[in-house]
T-cell receptor
Framework: DTGVSQDPRHKITKRGQNVTFRCDPI?????LYWYRQTLGQGPEFLTY????????KSRLLSDRFSAERPKGSFSTLEIQRTEQGDSAMYLC????????????FGNGTRLTVT | GENVEQHPSTLSVQEGDSAVIKCTYSDSASNYFPWYKQELGKRPQLIIDIRSNVGEKKDQRIAVTLNKTAKHFSLHITETQPEDSAVYFCAALNSGYSTLTFGKGTMLLVSP
């Protein structure tokens, strides 16, 4: 399967704990995005990488959130001191080539904070 | 930043009817407008897109129209089938950025 893969598919954690998610993009894609989706809403942009450089970050993104893409391949998204409001589906997407290249989404990681 | 409004939030049609979903955007610099389909429990998938230098694009039963002056674009699905039932999201890309802003989605239900 050469699609975008995300791990884990589901994560249940207690409030205050730290969690880390992983995304493996399509191998030839240099652009990687993290989005968050809650029930009944569209995907909300979190952050964007081109190769290993983090080029954009949502103003809505709390400083408890951090993302990395150390070698320009896979990426991790960490949430520190989780809150119940962090419960959502976290979607990773990748694209290649030019700015208008289609986004290919992964299946997401569903986070539940209890 | 960009703001994308999408209507309606839900749409029920009979099989064979047409469905139209409309979106408006706020930033006149936006120049790329994709549409994604998300089936229950699955990932969003691109179904069609349009660039600002084109007014209309068609792919079999799906078409998208763009009115740059009014800053709105629409998805048209003809001869709807039950398998078209899903949530549809419009999105807009500002040329100064590299990230899409999505609408809140339209749940389309096609009844046999």
């Amino acid at each position: 399967d050469t699609g975008v893969s995300q791990d884990p598919r589901h994560k249940i954690t207690k409030r205050g704990q730290n969690v880390t998610f992983r995304c493996d993009p399509i191998s030839e894609h240099n652009r990687l995005y993290w989005y968050r989706q809650t029930l009944g809403q569209g995907p909300e942009f979190l952050t964007y990488f081109q190769n290993e450089a983090q080029l954009e970050k949502s103003r809505l993104l709390s400083d408890r959130f951090s993302a990395e893409r150390p070698k320009g391949s896979f990426s991790t998204l960490e949430i520190q001191r989780t809150e119940q409001g962090d419960s959502a589906m976290y979607l990773c997407a990748s694209s290649g080539g030019h700015q208008h290249s289609p986004l290919h989404f992964g299946n997401g990681t569903r986070l539940t904070v209890t | 930043g960009e703001n994308v409004e999408q209507h309606p939030s839900t749409l029920s049609v009979q099989e064979g009817d047409s469905a139209v979903i409309k979106c408006t955007y706020s930033d006149s610099a936006s120049n790329y407008f994709p549409w994604y389909k998300q089936e229950l429990g699955k990932r969003p998938q691109l179904i069609i897109d349009i660039r600002s230098n084109v007014g209309e694009k068609k792919d079999q039963r799906i078409a998208v129209t763009l009115n740059k002056t009014a800053k709105h674009f629409s998805l048209h699905i003809t001869e709807t089938q039950p398998e078209d039932s899903a949530v549809y999201f419009c999105a807009a890309l500002n040329s100064g950025y590299s990230t899409l802003t999505f609408g809140k989605g339209t749940m389309l239900l096609v009844s046999p």
